[in-house]
């Protein structure tokens, strides 16, 4: 019998949730539909419009003959196809379905109720959700230059901070932590402090100086990088990332993950694709000009409208006079059948995130610009 509240009704009897639930709210995908038009331009989702590799279409097409099967458990080929295009321990390697899921297995391996996370600002939300339900306490370091920043984050840095995580390319601004920042950071923090290095836009950074993390991961025992094929690989819809960390680290990560997670069609997808370096520097190389060129176009605009330097495969334009806003070029490119993403609660103010698409789709947004800004 359930206990009679004070107006003698029986409170309802539902299983209790776990605490680390409160204040969650689901995910909310981007826009991907408008209703006056058929076939928008997407580029709410960072996703890549070159598509896949044609041999990773290949792979996947060959592979419809052995849906019966259960994947490889021990993922051999796709590991050592990533050691060997990166340089990499392929032990030190896991795949899972996607770094979304690896970034929540590090955190279930790593945190406990009640220690700190502390995050870069521009983070992947997910991470966030992924350690509050876990029922840590997030803290979130500034970054005052719109990229991860050290002092930042080492002045967030508490007794029960268990864990470090920055995305390097952050995201929605695409700006990443320097090598020699990503060194100090990892020198000054405690060693017995997870720092976990995000790095899913890695694969777009041309710059000298960047470093995704792997350095780090190979010249101690915690520090751990993530990966996706999900961006430049153009297999977002498989569901395939993965991660690089010490022994101790994929110990721990190997103690609790689901052996199937990483499906057989998207390790051989991904297995050709990142075999595939002419197309990876295909892709890249086509990023880079076309991130030119929109930032060209754009200056060209004159006042009002500001494109922010970005090394990913999506850029921020802030609107910086009265008559323009965020909302408003938002609405303009909607009515042309384009679909941006606003940027969220806590990300830099008045801008807007566009993803890089093909040269016509990026032309068709700077046509659009330029009229709404004109106005
Ligand atoms: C910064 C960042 N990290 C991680 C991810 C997760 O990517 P996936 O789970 O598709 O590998 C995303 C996806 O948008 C992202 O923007």
Known sequence: MSAQDATGAHPPCVPEQHPGLRGLAPFRQGKSTLDDHVNPIKLSANESHHGPSPLAVEAYRNHSGQLFRYPDGAQSQLRRAIAETFGLRAQGIICGNGSDELLQLLIRAYVRPGDDVV??????????????????????????????????????????????????????????????????????????????????????????????????????????????????????????????????????????????????????????????????????????????????GVTAMGAGIEFLTTHANFYLLRFTDDRHTEEGAAQALERQGIIPRPVAAGGPARCLRITVGLQHENDAVLGVLADYMAR
Do not use: C
Request: hydrophobic share 45%; proline share 6%; glycine share 4%.
């Open 119 to 296: 995050f870069s600002r521009h983070s992947f939300a997910m991470a966030v959700v992924h350690a509050t339900a876990q029922g840590a306490r997030i803290v979130t370091a500034d970054e005052p230059e719109l990229r991860p920043d050290t002092d930042s984050l080492l002045a967030a840095m508490a007794p029960r901070t268990r864990a470090v995580i920055i995305a390097s390319p952050n995201n929605p601004v695409g700006r990443y932590l320097p090598r020699a920042e990503l060194e100090r950071l990892r020198r000054d923090l405690p060693a017995e402090t997870l720092l976990i290095v995000d790095a899913a836009y890695a694969d777009y950074v041309e710059a000298e100086d960047f470093e995704p993390g792997q350095a780090l991961v190979d010249a101690g025992s915690n520090t751990v990088m993530t990966r996706t094929f999900s961006k430049l690989y153009g297999l977002a819809g498989l569901r395939i990332g993965w991660m690089y960390g010490p022994a101790n680290v994929v110990d721990a990560v190997e103690r609790i993950r689901t052996p199937f997670s990483a499906s057989a069609d998207a390790m051989a997808a991904a297995t050709a694709a990142v075999r595939d370096v002419r197309y990876t520097r295909f892709v890249r190389d086509y990023n880079t000009a076309q991130l030119r060129r929109i930032e060209a």
